[in-house]
């Protein structure tokens, strides 16, 4: 199982920006070696021995059988691989979980459709719209407090900052959203969405193209 680890510090960008919101906290948590064990904090995945349809899947994560982050119980429920390999004998019409290290939730990867990737016949999935919608839109995204524009994952209360994610260019975004950033591309769902391919009997990952845009948010 894999680990992260995380440290705490001053962010001066932050303190700058303290002096016009007090309630601004200065202090940001950085994550690392996200690939790498932390033989401090133990991570339980389940063998499949009993359901091989359970391969892979966490049941404890650091530590953590149930999350503190979240807003209820279905947010902090742990679940989903590492995303390096599922079960065998996949089908179409199942969706597969992958437990994000760093969006301390589960993300859903639908079938998209049938694709010869690096020589293999694979499914290829993609993460649906549906999944970065705000809680109005998608109630099931009340308990992440989802409750900003579409296309944005809050994770304030998880690194104690003010961080939203979003696919680039804030991909199934309001379109707004990227009319008041200066910079960015153009959306391109073909480029910027997240991806895998995975050789469905066998449940193995061939490969992936996972793709996300940390945003700072900043109120006037």
Known sequence: ??????????????????????????????????????????????????????LGQYREWQGFAKLPYWGNTAANTINGT???FFHPGL????????????MFRSIIMEFEKEENCLGLETFKYRTPAYSMLNATLNPNNAGFYSFGPNGMTNLTSA???????????????????????????????VTMDTNIWVEPHTGLLVSANKQLQINIMIQR
Do not use: C
């Open 82 to 84: 590492e995303g390096l």
């Open 1 to 54: 199982s894999s680990g992260i680890n995380a440290e705490y510090g001053e962010d001066k960008l932050l303190e700058i920006l303290k002096v016009k919101m007090p309630d601004l906290p200065t202090t940001v948590q950085l994550l690392y070696n996200m690939s790498q064990s932390d033989i401090t904090r133990r991570s339980v995945v389940d063998s499949g021995k009993k359901d091989f349809t359970q």
């Open 159 to 189: 690194v104690h900052a003010p961080i939203m994610l979003s696919k680039p260019s804030f991909l199934g975004g309001d379109s707004w959203l990227l009319e008041e950033v200066t910079g960015l591309p153009p959306v391109d769902p």
């Open 91 to 102: 089908n179409k019409t199942e969706t597969l979980s992958i437990w994000a290290d760093d």
